[in-house]
């Protein structure tokens, strides 16, 4: 039998990667952590920091030499998203590309999320 493949659970896009080095290498941390938290008016956010130490738990990916520490409550919401950093002339910020997303609320602050069905 022939597994599908699996979507890598979280990439980066390359100017996201680029943004991610140079916090890590400014602020002495060495993994991006990611995941998703209860709040806002559409249900839930994401989040990011950035992190010396994994738990036992967490999920690690490699994407373009940036090691991305998922939280483990975290992998069904966030599976086969992309982090992209997006800079225009009002704003520098990290966006997720989540297939999961299905609704955002107005702001952009929080989001509608149903997990990944694997």
């Known amino acids: 039998m022939t597994r599908r493949p699996r ?3 979280v990439t980066l896009s390359d100017a996201a990667a680029a943004e991610v080095k140079d916090i890590l290498a400014e602020r002495g941390e060495g993994h991006l ?4 938290k ?3 008016c559409a249900g839930m956010e994401y989040f990011m920091d950035y ?9 690690v990916v490699e994407d373009k030499d940036v090691s991305i520490v998922v939280d483990a409550k975290a992998v069904l919401f966030i599976l086969g998203s992309e982090i992209d950093h997006e800079t225009t002339l009002l704003h520098s910020k990290f966006v997720f590309r989540n297939p ?3 609704d955002a609320c107005g702001c952009g ?3 509608t999320i149903i997990p990944a069905v694997v």
């Open 33 to 36: 952590r990611v995941g998703v």
């Open 38 to 40: 209860n709040g806002g």
């Open 100 to 102: 999961n997303q299905t």
């Open 109 to 111: 602050e929080s989001v």
């Open 51 to 59: 992190v010396s130490e994994i738990s036992p738990l967490d999920e």
């Open 7 to 9: 979507p890598k659970l």
